[in-house]
């Protein structure tokens, strides 16, 4: 009966102490929090607002920029009819840009052509004439070139390192589909395959388990490549756990050399008076234990990633 007394009160400790864990971890997270609040505040305190909407038009944003938002949720009430000043300037400008240029930019990176009418309307709305026509021309002829000469190998690579499916038909540009563009799908395949065969060959140089432990080890910096393999992070956490481990080891042997040679402990420095012999005897029997346990557990590591 008393044994089982003892463990609810056992339970409880550990509840209480859960719980305490909690609040602590709570606090901290509204104290990151509340810093990251004021850090909004301050930035929609000293916010030139006509200048925020001036750089939202001038990218070509619609909507107001999410500052805005932010600011009303922190409660501090952004200049709407500044922002809304500097946004049709903006909006102007780039209405004013030159599309000719603008469409054969975009169809020779083989990039779907801009919704004109879209545009049209949003530049009538500020006054600015757009060159729909010059723009759409400027596009397609672009596009025919980009699309006659496309190096499907290239784009089986890039679909491959873009991690989508083997599939050539989904690799087209977006500015090719509207052309009618076949894909070579002999070339396709081979840039896609021959991208994933220098990819395993990366993760067999680079991310076996003994390479990975060794970078781990030696201090150097964890391969995120190698997160696609079952080991990458934990052989990396155990060679940092080997070169703690081994510290720890070197510190405790050069307190043994010491202790046997002068008869008293290396942390105490110089003026030290030698142990008692019993004591000198309980000390080697300590600093021993803890260096066979230590030779073990490193052991222990090497052996699993080798």
């Keep these: 009966m008393r044994k089982g007394m003892n463990t609810d009160t056992d339970t409880g400790k550990d509840s209480v102490s859960a719980m305490r864990r909690g609040l ?3 606090v901290l997270g509204l104290a990151v ?15 030139d607002w006509e200048q925020a909407g001036r750089s939202d038009g001038a990218s070509g944003l619609s909507a107001p920029g999410s500052l805005l938002a932010r600011c009303d949720a922190e409660g501090v009430a952004p200049d709407r009819t500044a922002y809304d000043r500097g946004h049709r300037a903006g909006l102007v400008q780039w209405c004013g840009r030159d599309w000719y240029t603008q469409g ?31 723009y759409q021309m400027a596009h397609r002829q672009s596009a025919q070139t980009y699309c006659s000469t496309l190096d499907w190998r290239a784009v089986g690579r890039r679909q491959f390192e873009a991690g989508r499916p083997a599939d050539a038909q ?9 052309l009618g563009v076949r894909p070579d799908t002999y070339q396709f395949h081979a840039g896609y395959d021959a991208a994933r065969s220098e990819k395993r060959d990366r993760l067999e140089r680079q991310c076996a388990p003994r390479v990975v432990f060794d970078a781990g080890r030696q201090g150097r910096s964890y391969e995120r490549l190698c997160d696609e393999t079952p080991h990458g ?31 008293t402990l290396l942390r105490q420095g110089r003026q ?4 008692p012999e019993a004591q000198k005897a309980s000390e080697l029997q300590r600093l021993n234990g803890r260096i066979r ?11 699993q990633f080798r």
């Design 104 to 134: 054969r930019d975009d169809g020779s990176r083989g990039e779907a052509a801009q919704n004109m009418a879209h545009i049209q309307a949003r530049c009538t709305a500020v006054g600015v004439a757009v060159d729909a026509a010059g």
């Design 293 to 303: 346990e230590l030779m073990l557990r490193m052991d222990d590591l090497a052996r």
């Design 24 to 26: 602590g971890l709570c």
């Design 170 to 178: 989904t690799a087209i540009p977006a500015a090719c589909v509207p």
């Design 272 to 275: 030290a008076q030698p142990l």
């Design 33 to 47: 929090l509340s810093s990251g609040c004021e850090t909004t505040k301050k930035q929609c305190e000293g916010t």
């Design 233 to 263: 992070r934990r052989a990396h956490d155990g060679g940092r756990e080997h070169a703690r481990l081994d510290k720890e080891l070197r510190a405790l042997e050069a307190e043994r050399v010491h202790l046997n040679s002068t008869g």
